[in-house]
RNA sequence: GGGCGGCUAGCUCAGUUGGAAGAGCGCCAGCUUGACAUGCUGGAGGUCGGGGGUUCGAAACCCUCGCCGCCCACCA
């Protein structure tokens, strides 16, 4: 890395100065955390990301926050454990799994159970490579050295110990219940798992005759359910059917006899006001069934096919067994209409199949303990969301939150650890047992289900750190300080780590929760891959740089809306790194290798960029403390391009060339700071740029977080009147059409000498020392400025025809009493003051 | 059925306790300015979704309507 800034091209190529960094800092160990270090700790344990197999914008985005995080807090002082890994995702990698198998046109079983997971062991190493080197070229500065995988053996061994120590407080439990069934899964899933799709469907209205005489008539969009159907329920208080309770009804195409019950669930108004009661596959039913000991009937096989043993439909999917009962209904006349009804059926988030709802014995996990010290803790301000408004959507679903689910009949995730042995004793233990505690049989039978794949992430924040040992690791990092994650997962995952955090450790895991929001494709469709919407960032990380893509991140990631994405955001970040590097060449060729401290700055504009950058310094730091990230990229862009390029740099262009040591100074020191400054969201190149200042010999990555608290509001509002002259001055340069460079500028005695001289020099005028007869008057300060050739004053025209609508506006709020009787003080002194400048101003523009 | 978010310039979005409407991109015009044409300069363009209200003052607060989008929810 030459300083001499002639081997700087004119040109930023992100691709050239991306490649090394990485390397030389995992190198040196900056990413590696001391657990014994003496700083203060932050903690952010990575999402382990969903085997996709390819990184998505959600985790462009999501690590982006989180390097950002971690990078700016090392350089804060902290010692910062950024701790990667991986999930294994049992659903979701079982499902991808047999697509690749169904391809080759095969099927699990037909593989073997052995071969299946071997085959699945290949996919996690392959595309766990995947995942890492997609981190490290998107910069995550994560602790490769604590990589963590679920089912690693260590992680393993805290699921099971979760799960003894859950069973042992007698919070996990077997029962019968109706379950979200996936009949191309053949398992059960959680109620979070299904995603409900609206469908057109039609709504069968179907007689029911009833002993001794007449009938009911029910309506039902499944009629093939029908077929378990164990009873008739009414509302009580129905005078069409209240007659009719405690009678019984004959089921079509069965012949068994349905009790007639009241039942306050059923809605009056809905259908026919009579409900059929199949208790075996339907929530609401299961409950009426309960109430009024209705017997339950299991009218279906895991794999979605009848189960109606002795009935013509047995073993027929569900809707070819739909259509024969609805022939059949027709041809006995019972069937009285069908009418066209949409409605929302669930279907598996992971595979698309239609769930079943049916009955099903799965592992249970009490939750009202957990569920009250997480309210307990949210109360107390123990957990705070950004945006705040995610506080509530978690606060209502943990509120209504019931048993959950944990087992799952996958063949993928970690075995439950429950054993029978062969004189059915049950044993739950960490470790597999080598007999029976009860009778010593040494037979012994692994309970089949896994574990819901969220069991074991809920984990994340402690077992990760090496729970339940007590590490130094666990000691140190916990709790971690901030989970960065999108909303969708709020309920899966992040109520559950705070929930298990708390129970584990004490401790809620962090204190910050962000929430990003969703990156729609630019029509304003979700992007998704099926739908072909789907933007990859590596093809955006070749095309702009890592740090253009990685800016653009901060830049949108904590909107309060979900955004479209907007490629040519992402090119103006690139192009911002282009300024940044061009800056730096500028002050390069002329400070070169000086490293002399220079004097205090006494000029001006040296006193008001270093009180900008200040300013700055405190805007960008405020934003990342608060979540705001695109506060943060905004105040140090601004600062970057509009004050250090367009006004310091053109200030003291010549002073640079001249080889002014202070000038010098100040420009390194702008550049050395807004590179420290930017470094969390941008680490390439600015990294890159620093390591050529003068006088760097170690990483940017560990220099320190500028804290400056140099603000000089005097030098602020002289710079101010500047520019304001400066800027008026090109405007009438241009409405002249005038050349670019050249003309006089007369400023009077009331305008500071320096102001002048400075504003003469930036607008490339001369400074007359007399007044001018002839030129343009000026409206920023009594003054004219005449130029080389024949001066139109359209543009004067239009400024005073503005000025004096705004002095109309501003005199009329004035002359309102109640303005004046109920404004703040300096509201009225303020305005009083603006309508004096207009005057002044309309006064010169006048002459 | 509940709840939440959004509707601001042609496009994508900012707008921090109410006190002169902003950025980037695009558009128009001018510039081979000794860092950058991935640049520089000037400019056009908005009754802040509609309608009420509170207030001296509303893009912002309240009510209401209209579209988008999301989350939660056992009405067949």
Redesign the pocket.
Known sequence: MSKNPSSMP????PQAIEAGWYARWEKEGLFTAAAKSKKPKYTICLPPPNITGELHMGHALNHTLQDICARYRRMAGYEVLFLPGMDHAAIATQNVIEKQLAAEGMTKEQLGREAFEARVNEWYAEVGDTIVSQDRILGASLDWSRLRFTMDPRYVRAVMTAFVSFYEKGWIYRAPRIVNWCPRDRSAIS??EVK?QVHDDVLFFIKYPIEGGGDVM?????PETMLADTGIAVHPTDDRYKHLIGKTAILPLVGRKLPVVGDE????????????VTPGH???DY?IGQRHSLEVVNGMNPDGSMNVPGLPYDGLPALEARRHVVEDLKAQGLLVKEEPYT??VGHCDRCDAVIEPLISEQWWLRMEVMRDKALEASAAGKVRWHPD?YE??YL??LR?LRDWNIGRQLWLGHRVPVYYCDNGHQLVAVERPHECTECGSTTLTQHPDVLDTWFSSALWPFATLGWPEETGDLEAFYPNNMNSTA??I??LWVSRMIMTGLEFMGEAPFADVAIH??V?A?D?R?MSKSLGTGVDPRGLITKYGTDAVRAWAA??AM????????E??V??Y??F???LW??T??VL?SAGDATVAPPAPQALEDRWILSRLSRTSAAVTAGIEGF?F??SM?AA?AFA??EF??WY??AV?ERL?SGDVVAQGVALSCLDHVLRLLHPTMPFVTEELWSRLPGRRDFLMRAAWPDLQSADPEAEETFGQVMAIV?EL??H???AGAP??GGMLFLDASTDRTVAALAARLSWTELSPDALDAGIPLGTRPGRVSFPVAAGDSRNK?QLKRLTS?LE??EA?LA?P??R????FD?VR?LEE?AA??RAAIDRLST
């Not at 029910?218 to 499944?222: G, M, S």
């Not at 059923?266 to 059929?276: H, R, S």
């Not at 009787?821 to 703040?824: D, E, F, G, I, L």
């Open positions: 004119p040109a930023f190529d109620d979070l409900w029910i309506a039902t969009v499944r669930a059923v809605e009056k108004d809905f259908g026919t006001g009579a409900l059929k339907d929530p609401m409950e409605h929302e408004r509530r959507t209502d679903w209504g909303r969708e709020i309920n929001c969703q729609q630019a304003g979700r830049s949108v909107s309060s809306q979900d955004v479209r994405f907007d040519s955001r090119e103006g690139r192009r790194c282009n300024k061009n800056a060449r500028l060729a705001k695109q506060d905004a862009y391009w509009n390029c367009d740099l053109e262009k060339r800027e090109r405007g340069r241009q409405a670019p460079r239009a705004d506006k501003t709020q309102n109640e303005f009787a109920n404004a703040p509201i303020k603006r400048e207009i």
